[in-house]
């Protein structure tokens, strides 16, 4: 462990000098989100193309977002390190911040409140600056006792409610103890890792890109969502005819159906009809957003529609 660590840190001194800064500037209508890290970030035993900012990007632009990654992570760095750091590490013209740290506290032992408070600063200081917070949860190795493990597993969630941010809970999760997602080491994600992981936390990445606001708009992510989970069956745009005959264009279920009705289905998943499908629920912020984007091609927002159709209190005939 020890032998690690410090490897890890020589590392750092390289990364922080190799990295360099990406450019300053955002290039017109392009969204720049930081990813504040350790190893686990900065893509340790990685090349620089299969790092997790890297691959988010390219997940990100695929799905027609206009975003830039920038690569804030330093590998060794503790919270509390890359606390320090944190005023130069973030651009001017940043617009959401993710937050993934912890991982080297746990293997150096530090005891979880001094990890929570650095945490807690963190976020403090970028909530300041006006803008939105993913926090990614780490897990702490079992060999630290039971104890230890259960306090630092309640940092995040904890800290996600205290500031109202959202929290991806475990950053490896899908990866961590599968062999071929993970390097030799077990602790670091390879490039399929990577994927997996970017894959798994996009849906919180979206909802963040929605708080971020500015150029891109909620209802441009509830247009990808749509794109990604349902127009291979569904129309979802104003004019078109849907890929399936049988599946009605996503336009006339929002005209059709109260907003209620529909927030709900989206929520919580699309009946037997949808079974085969690789998503069928939705988060909160993410039906807001479908419902936006419904709203914009059907020239009605949600916050027109009526909120349900049913009368109140309908009797049943016997
Ligand atoms: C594999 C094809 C397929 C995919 C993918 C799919 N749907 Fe459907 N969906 C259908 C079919 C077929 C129907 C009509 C079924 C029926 O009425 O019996 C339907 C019906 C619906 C209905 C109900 C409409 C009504 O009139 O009752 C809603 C709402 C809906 N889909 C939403 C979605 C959303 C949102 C997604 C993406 C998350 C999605 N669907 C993805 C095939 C699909």
Same mark, same amino acid.
């Given at each position: ?17 190799? @990295?360099?800064?990406? +450019? ?11 990813? @504040? ?52 590490? /973030? ?80 950053? @490896? ?7 071929? /997602? ?60 849907? +890929? ?5 264009? @996503?336009?006339?279920?929002y005209r059709r159906f109260p907003v209620q009705e529909l ?14 499908? +690789? ?14 984007? /419904? ?5 009605v927002?949600p916050s027109q529609r009526p909120r349900s159709d049913l +009368? ?7």
């Amino acid at each position: 462990m020890k032998l690690h660590i410090s490897r890890l840190s020589l590392l750092a001194a390289a990364l922080v000098f190799s @990295l360099g800064f990406q +450019p300053a500037r955002a290039a017109p209508g392009e969204t720049v989100i930081v990813a @504040l890290g350790d190893s686990l970030t900065a893509g340790y035993g990685l090349p620089q193309d299969q790092s997790f900012p890297a691959q988010l990007q390219a997940a990100l632009k695929a799905r027609g977002q206009n975003v830039r990654i920038v690569n804030a992570g330093v590998s060794g760095d503790t919270a509390t390190a890359a606390l320090q750091r944190l005023d130069w590490a /973030l651009p001017d013209d940043t617009r959401a911040v993710i937050v993934e740290l912890g991982g080297n506290d746990a293997l150096q032992g530090i005891p979880p409140e001094g990890t929570k408070q650095a945490l807690a600063k963190i976020i403090e200081k970028v909530q300041a600056k006006g803008l939105p917070v993913l926090l990614a949860g780490i897990e702490a190795p079992r060999n630290m006792g039971k104890e230890y493990v259960e306090q630092f597993h309640a940092i995040y969630p904890d800290l996600a409610a205290q500031y109202d941010v959202l929290l991806y809970p475990f950053f @490896l999760d899908g990866a961590a103890l599968h062999d071929g /997602l993970m390097q030799r080491d077990g602790i670091h994600p390879n490039g399929k890792g990577v994927a997996v992981i970017v894959d798994k936390m996009m849906p919180k990445v979206e909802a963040l890109l929605a708080e971020a606001g500015g150029n891109v708009d909620s209802a441009s992510v509830g247009k990808a969502l749509l794109e990604k989970n349902c127009a291979r069956c569904h129309s979802i745009t104003a004019t078109g005819a849907s +890929p399936l005959a049988k599946a009605p264009p @996503l336009r006339d279920v929002y005209r059709r159906f109260p907003v209620q009705e529909l927030e709900s289905g989206f929520a919580e998943g699309m009946g037997s009809r949808h079974r085969d499908m +690789p998503q069928t629920q939705f988060s909160t912020e993410q039906v807001s957003a479908i419902l936006n984007y /419904l709203g914009s091609i059907t020239g009605v927002p949600p916050s027109q529609r009526p909120r349900s159709d049913l +009368p109140e209190q309908e009797a049943i005939p016997p």
